[in-house]
């Protein structure tokens, strides 16, 4: 789920984290279990799909696997029932614990059919799926799930349309839009605070943008001493 910080003087986009936003614990639909997910190839994107983890390695040799969490309460993604593997394979997770140390969101999971460390080892860097239909909706109006705000137009305040979401990657330092501009060219990051993104419409399709005038501008050019 992404949320929109408030605040007026935002940060960059810090360091390293490429992946949809969480999903807040508070869900109302965190405890349903979903219908059978089909065992179909997934498209290379598909915005009705909301990413719940990715396996790592494998862990021990009796098929428990690590697994990095995307819900707001980590431990809480063993509750959805059934989900979908980016092969769209069925994926059943039977066991969930915390793996321990500093990173809340690693676990240490088992899923249904895999009892030894070959096949643990076969779901290593394996996304993990669920239908964002089924998770329902948020209370908090600065909270969105990354789905419903990929393909919306921006505008800026004026009115004129700027381009469209294309994601809402976070690299540490918080969420960003990622938006293709109208007018062609390479997409732009802004940050998605209240000061950058004063107005959020997903009814109508849209978002509202303050950003800076320099937003679409290219890249410059390098300077001499930096290596090519």
């Known amino acids: 789920m992404a949320r929109r ?18 999903i807040g ?14 065992e179909v190839p997934l498209p290379s994107t598909d915005p009705s799909l909301v990413q719940m983890g990715e396996f790592g390695r494998a862990h021990g040799l009796n098929g428990e ?20 593997g980016a092969g769209g ?6 066991d969930v614990r915390r793996a321990g140390g500093a990173s809340p969101d690693l676990l240490v ?29 948020v209370e908090d109006e600065d909270e ?5 705000l990929v393909g919306l137009d921006v505008v800026d305040v004026s009115g004129a349309l700027l381009g469209t979401v294309t994601d809402v990657p976070n690299y540490g330092g918080g969420d960003l839009l990622e938006i293709k501009p109208t007018l062609g060219g390479p997409t732009a990051l802004l940050p998605f605070t209240k000061a950058f993104v004063p107005t959020l ?11 800076p005038d320099d937003l679409f501008a ?3 050019p390098k300077p001499p001493d930096e290596p090519a």
């Open 5 to 22: 910080p408030g605040g007026s003087n935002p940060t960059g986009d810090g360091g390293r984290r490429d992946r949809p936003g969480r």
């Open 25 to 38: 614990s508070g869900s109302a639909t965190s405890a349903h279990r979903p219908r059978p997910m089909p």
């Open 65 to 84: 696997i690590r697994l990095k969490s995307y819900t707001g309460d980590p431990q809480a993604i063993g509750s959805y029932g059934p989900l979908i």
């Open 89 to 94: 394979q069925r994926i059943e997770l039977t």
């Open 109 to 137: 999971v088992r899923v249904k059919g895999v009892s030894d460390r070959n096949g643990a080892e076969a779901l290593n860097r394996l996304a993990i799926y669920l239908p964002r239909d089924r998770l329902g909706h």
């Open 144 to 148: 969105f799930f990354t789905a419903d």
């Open 201 to 211: 419409d997903v009814a109508n399709g849209r978002v509202v943008v303050d950003p």
């Open 218 to 220: 290219p890249a410059g």
